[in-house]
């Protein structure tokens, strides 16, 4: 079983930037492709970024393709999401989740392992 820990939420202005970090508890990201997604209160969890297994192909949610970036940093054995020019439809509950495939999927149902997530506020 795989462990996913997020770092990085919290309370930010509009037009700001913050930077998500994935790690897991107990095994590296080899052989998974990794994906973002979100969840604000009242709304279905939504598609937001991923990156296949190779880290060589993305794919954005549209409404926060051009300010989000996902990536990989495989010294630190992490998955970073780049946030910038937040607005505050951003506001969410911001989970990572692993697949266990070299491809990389937008679907929630593709997805094997979650983290708990991390609360991204973002004021007006």
């Known amino acids: 079983q795989v462990q996913l820990v997020e770092s990085g939420g919290g309370l930010v202005q509009a037009g700001g930037s913050l930077r998500l970090s994935c790690a897991p508890s107990?095994?590296?990201?080899?052989?998974?492709?990794m994906g973002w997604f979100r969840q604000a209160p009242g709304k279905e969890r939504e598609f937001v970024a991923a990156?296949?297994?190779?880290?060589?192909?993305?794919a954005y949610a549209d409404s926060v393709k051009g300010r989000f970036t996902i990536s990989r940093d495989n010294a630190k054995n992490t998955v970073t999401l780049q946030m910038n020019s937040l607005k505050p439809e951003d506001t969410a509950v911001y989970y990572c989740?692993?697949?266990?495939?070299?491809?990389?999927?937008?679907?929630?149902?593709?997805?094997?392992?979650w983290g708990q997530g991390t609360q991204v506020t973002v004021s007006s």
């Open positions: 107990g095994r590296t990201f080899r052989n998974y492709a």
């Open positions: 989740a692993a697949d266990n495939s070299f491809s990389l999927s937008t679907r929630e149902g593709s997805y094997d392992y």
């Open positions: 990156l296949n297994w190779s880290g060589g192909s993305t």
